[in-house]
């Protein structure tokens, strides 16, 4: 953006920089206005330049604007935008309050914040200008309405109309002084002609049908809110990975008496209230002569209120020999956060008799029955009594191409089939470098759990994928930890490690696009989800293309 030429006036203020975005029957649409505030300085004729700006390829450029400016009668008189009603009077009548049900926690602990909004006229569909940001926190978004529902209150000594209009649970990551910001909300007004020397808000509950009145657009604000958040207690044991509230644990498998190469599952369940999505999941140690494979988790929350639920995290384990098996037991560490201390549940061991397989090759010798020779027509073939010619058979050769084939080719198959296996140990035994190789193909498992839930018109799920797979790439490819990503994290470390400034902006709009569904009603024709999902996967992939890419470079 370039601003104009404000030859002949004083700039008092600006530019002010200002975003609002709309969801409309699914359409997203958004704008980003720039505010001057200009004083003529002598009168006569003026001409504010052109203003231009860059987007997506393309310059677009404003009209000048011509000014004429003549000799004041005294104080300068305001435009009157708002029916005749002062800023200050529409402050008072209309406004947001955000409360948070504590100010005082520790990391890790919810805090469930409430924004209201109170007004003394009618108003049309509210529209958001500006969501709040919650720098420091994970925000989940706690189930209200659809509709927004209006009742009488009595708020600081005088009758309102108010209702909740957004409510979030949030989790600090980090210590220290975090400030929620504010929620800006778009609020057409319709407000009455003023009577006499009353306020146009007197009549508000004795509503007169007939009575006259206009339209006002109105920027209501919330007032912004700081949170202490005290660090978690030191030495926290070596399982603790951050979870933080109450919770419950059990692991079990499926089965303990199986044969070789038959597959068993082991299920980890964990329940209770508290930073469920941010759980890591607990480490789990796989004795020699068994395979295993990424574990599938699976997530239930409850977004009623308090942010509750069930995280479900189940391995495959396939036993590869014979013998007596020992996995051992697992843990799972959380911070109370009744007790304000660390709790370690475990698991017993599990013990597992694996049976040598009916199937599993055996070296032992062995005769042949009649049954496994193919007969033709007789046991024996008859005697053949027509010439037939014999030859030479073909002298054996050490120097022999295939003979030096058979031989060195296994060895080539046997180094790569032991590099292949050296290099997956390696991978399990760092499960962030195995967790930064395998980030796109877990993001789009995530997508296509997306696709499917867009396919059913499921929006809901639809959006809270979309989200998790773009998150979940960037903890798993940017190494940070469930329990400590940001998105403004996430966007800092894509810019230290230089990739594209628009790749980057594209990210943080997808996850505002995101973010502003869970707020706005859920229908539409589905149009914008197809577009989201397509920009998301691209997203990715370019994600991907840029960080690997980098990392070889070095």
Partial sequence: FRGPDFKGFQILSGPNQSTSMQIINGAVSGSISYNYIVQASDIGEYIIGTASADYDGKNFKTDPIKIKVVKGTGTPSQPDNNGGVSQEELAKNVFIVATADKQNVIQGEQITVTYKLYVKTNINSPQINKLPTYKGFWSEDIETTQNIRFDVEMYRGERYHSAVIKKVALFP???????????????????????????????????????????????????????????????????????????????????????????????????GTGNIKLLDVPQLEIPAGFESYDPKTSETISRAGKISGTKKVEYLLVPRVAGEKTIPGLEFTYFDINKRKYLTLSSQPFTINVKKGSNTFDNTASGFSKEDVRLLNQDIRFIKISAFNLQPRDEFSLISGWFWFAIVFPLFVFGGVLGVKKRQDKLNGNVRLMKYNKAEKAARSRLKEAKKALDISDNVKFYNEISQALFGYLEDKLGIQKSEFTLDRALDELLNRNVDLLLVEEVKTISEKCEFARFAPKNGSGEAEHELYDKCLQAIVNLENSITAKKKKK
């Fill in 173 to 271: 990551t980090q210590s220290g002084e975090l400030t929620i910001t504010q929620f800006e909300l778009n609020v057409p007004l319709i407000i009455k002609k003023r009577k006499g020397n009353g306020s146009v808000f007197d009549d508000f509950f004795n509503d007169s049908f007939f009575g006259r009145s206009e339209a006002v657009d109105y920027v209501a604000k919330s007032n912004s809110i700081k949170i202490n958040v005290q660090p978690l207690p030191e030495n926290a044991p070596e399982s603790f990975k951050g979870a933080v509230g109450i919770f419950t644990f059990n692991a079990s498998l499926d089965k303990r008496d199986v044969e070789q190469n038959e597959s068993i599952n082991l299920l980890v369940n964990i329940n």
